[in-house]
């Protein structure tokens, strides 16, 4: 026979709800036919306070003299197709003036230097967030994309239509329920051919090839954003 099993789900309260968790749930079936033989299955069913699980796919670095591909999907809680409207802003971001050293500790609940002073003692050194580009201040909207999922699952950049640089993308969209689901992501475009590293770096280590058959030639660039830089470069053979 054919059953429904409806059943409440309680959400977990000591999570705040502007956090927009998910919650699995897992029903247990036991079934005893009428020769006395006992069958078990189960299901896990997936709830939460949004009706949409959107993803973006975004490459951290893009080569511009090739064609490249931004994924997007729109699925249910259960992992189904979830066709919706979505929109996709591109920005470009202003990039630090200097590389930045790796933060050794988490950011200070105040600041006792004002920010200006700070970068004049110390230039290559976060004072707040800078590490993270998602921080960085926002140049001209570069371009915006707006379509169904139903139609359209990827984004297409074509060869050399992006300009050197690192770029935010916004992206949006509403479940049934018209709750709005937002996020960004980032990503660095560029060639091997650029004489500086993007964003700026103290080191930037680049190949021109990703694999290699034998007898192939593997171009090894080594570029800095700072001037007259000494490199210690040492080559292994295994």
């Not at 079934?31 to 006992?38: K, L």
């Not at 591909?69 to 202003?94: A, F, H, R």
């Not at 920010?115 to 580009?133: G, I, Q, R």
């Not at 371009?143 to 984004?155: G, L, V």
């Amino acid at each position: 026979g054919k059953y429904n099993i409806d059943f409440q789900a309680i959400p977990d309260l000591s999570l705040d709800k502007k956090y927009k968790p998910y919650f699995n749930y897992k029903v247990n079936v036991e079934v005893t036919d009428i020769n006395g033989e006992t069958q078990t299955n189960h299901t896990e069913v997936r709830v939460g306070y949004l009706a949409i699980d959107a993803s973006v796919n975004v490459p951290s670095y893009i080569d511009t003299k090739q064609a490249n591909e931004i994924s997007v999907n729109t699925n249910n809680l259960n992992g189904q197709p979830e066709p919706t409207d979505v929109e996709i802003k591109i920005y470009s971001l202003k990039q630090p003036k200097n590389p930045l050293k790796s933060k050794l500790w988490t950011t200070v609940d105040e600041q006792l230097i004002a920010k200006t002073e700070f970068e004049k003692l110390f230039p290559y050194d976060v004072y707040n967030n800078e590490n993270d580009a998602r921080n960085w201040e926002k140049g001209s909207l570069v371009k915006t994309y707006s379509f169904n999922t139903k139609d359209q699952k990827a984004i297409l950049f074509k060869a050399n239509e992006w300009e050197a640089g690192t770029y935010l993308v916004e992206f949006s969209c509403k479940d049934k329920n018209d709750n709005l689901i937002a996020f960004s992501n980032t990503f660095t475009a560029g060639t091997y051919a650029d004489k500086l590293p993007q964003p700026p770096e103290f080191l930037s280590l680049q190949i021109d090839k990703s694999s290699l058959q034998p007898g192939d030639t593997l171009n090894y660039k080594i570029s800095s954003s700072l001037k007259n830089v000494y490199v210690v470069l040492e080559v292994k053979h295994q």
